[in-house]
Every structure is written in structure tokens, then in C-alpha cells.
């Protein structure tokens, strides 16, 4: 940059500490911010700060990031959303749902009204810590202060069951996203299906298959040939007839049971 006669401010130092955390260049994320600023006299603030608290959080250095909040207070830094967002994000997302809580009414305290990210971020903590009456009377809170739920927020929800095993939390959500008068995507089908299969229920899967591909086919191949074979291998060899058929009218050709 000074080959080029432009300055290094704080947002171009802003710049590459965010790179550094799009490349999961962690560690020198947090090397760069101790270093640069002495250097060349950059002032760190807020958001350099929050970038940093971020990168923690993505190491799972929960400890770290807070102690990159309690340094901005020190240092008579204001956190902004974007701060309170980032550490919000760490604390739902590892299970740390009563600091998660705390900060919440920390953030609210400081004047800053939630969003529908942070809403998110809420929903998903107590989705995760099984707090799911919590979690319904989030959905109704966000609908009275005007944000709707969308396709992508279930979609989050659900993404998380199949790693947890919870398939009737993920059908419950499903079954929430069509209440809600959400249209389910492709995002939807493909995580739903292959997870229904998993846990030996076909007949939902099926279902699932049938009502996208009479429509908009949603899933591929591969993931009909894994409800087909499903079908075929419990006996139930005249849905798996017809599930072949309804794909074929949408060009999704499938390597078939010899019987089928």
C-alpha cells in the first residue's frame, strides 16, 4: 500500500484482520491485531475488536473472546451490535446458553434492539438446550416486534438435528415452517430426506419426495434412489413403483431394484 502512496488506516487494518478470519487464519488474525497497531500507529476499536472476539469465538476460544469484550470496556471501547452479535454467536452455537442469556439482557441493557440475525442466534440456543416452549414464545415475540420467520431461518433449525440425532425436532420444525405458511426449499428437502432416511422412516421420506417432485423437483437422484431402495427393502414394493415414476416425469433417472 505505500508502494501505491495509500495510507493504512484502521479499515484497511480492518480489512485484513476480516480476511484473516475468512481464511480461518485464526491465530494470526489475533497475532496481526496485537502487532499492527503499535506499528503504525493505528488506534484499535470496535470493530477491529469485534473482529478479533469473532475469530475467537470460530477457534471455540470462548474464554478469549470474553476477555476481548472485558479489554474494550477497559479500554473505554463501546461494543456495538456487531460485537454483541459475535459473542452471542459463540456462546448459542457451543451450548453456553445461560451466558448466551446473560449477554442478551446485557446487550438489550445497552440500548441496542435485537435483530432478526440475533433472534436467530436465540432461537438456535435454545433449540439446542432443549428449551423448545422457549423457543416457540421466541417465534411469537419476533412476530409482534415485525420480524417473520423465513424459509431459512427452519432451514437452520433443522440443520442441526441430524447432527444431534433428533429427528422428531427436526419434524417438529418442519411442521412449524409450513404452519408458519413458509415455503420449504431445496435447502429443506436435502436435509430432511436423507436424515428421515437414516432413522428408517420412509414413509415421511417418500412423502416428502412426492410432494416436490410433483412440483419443482428439490432433491436429486441420489437422494430418491436412497428413498426407493428404502421402500423396496421394507417390502413396500408399490410406493417404491410409483416414487420411480413421478421421478422419471422429472427426468431423475435411478439404478433400480431388480423387482422394481
Known sequence: MPDFNCKRTVRSF???LSTGVHAKKFHKVEELFREIPPKLSIDAESRSYTI???AYCEMGSLDSACSMFDEMEKNEI???LFTFKALLEGFYKNNMYVKGEKLWTL???????PDAQSYRMRLLGMVFSNQNSGAVKL???MALKGFKPDVDFFNALMKGFPLEGKLGEAKHWYEELLKRKCVPDETTY???IPFLCEKDNFDMAAQLCSVTLRDKPLIDASILKCVVD???GKGKVEEARKLVKLGRTKKLEIDLPLDL
Open 14 to 16: 480492518c480489512a485484513l
Open 52 to 54: 478479533l472476539i469473532r
Open 78 to 80: 463501546e461494543p456495538t
Open 107 to 113: 446487550m438489550q441493557s445497552r440500548g441496542f434492539a
Open 139 to 141: 417465534i411469537e415475540e
Open 190 to 192: 436435502m436435509t430432511l
Open 230 to 232: 428404502g421402500l423396496h
